[in-house]
C-alpha cells in the first residue's frame, strides 16, 4: 500500500543520496519541490567497453513548471556531478510511449543506443 510505497521511496532517495555512486538533485520554487532527479554510477554490460557509466535514474517536473527549463538545469547539474566523477558516458531509459521524455532526452544530444521489445504472453 501507500505506507510500503513511502518507504520505498524514502531508502531509495536515501540511497542515493548517502552512497557515493548516487546523485539526488531537486528543484524548488522558494519551499516548494518542483522536481527531482535521481542516479547513479553503473558497472556496464559486460560486451561493452566502458568500465562505469552513469544513468539517470529517473526525472520528474511538476507539469505546471514544465517547458521552462526546470528539466534542462536538473539535467545539466547531473553533468556536473557525472563530470566530476570522471563519467564519460550516460543513459537513460524511457518508455518508448513517452514522447515527450524522449523528445526532451534527445534534444539535450542523448541517441538511441538498444532497443528493448517486449510482448505479452
Do not use: Q
Request: hydrophobic residues 35%; aromatic residues 12%; glycine residues 8%.
Amino acid at each position: 500500500g501507500d505506507k510500503k510505497n513511502k518507504f520505498y521511496l524514502n531508502w531509495y532517495f536515501k540511497s542515493r543520496i548517502e552512497k557515493d555512486d548516487g546523485c539526488a538533485l531537486i528543484a524548488s520554487d522558494g519551499e516548494k519541490i518542483i522536481g527531482y532527479l535521481v542516479g547513479e554510477i553503473l558497472k556496464p554490460e559486460s560486451y561493452r567497453t566502458l568500465s562505469e557509466i552513469a544513468e539517470l535514474r529517473d526525472m520528474f517536473v511538476l507539469e505546471e513548471y514544465r517547458n521552462k527549463g526546470v528539466g534542462t538545469k536538473l539535467h545539466s547539474s547531473f553533468i556536473d556531478w557525472c563530470g566530476k566523477k570522471g563519467i564519460k558516458r550516460i543513459r537513460v531509459v524511457a518508455s518508448a510511449k513517452n514522447l515527450k521524455a524522449i523528445n526532451f532526452y534527445k534534444k539535450n544530444k542523448f541517441k538511441e543506443y538498444d532497443v528493448i521489445l517486449e510482448k505479452d504472453l
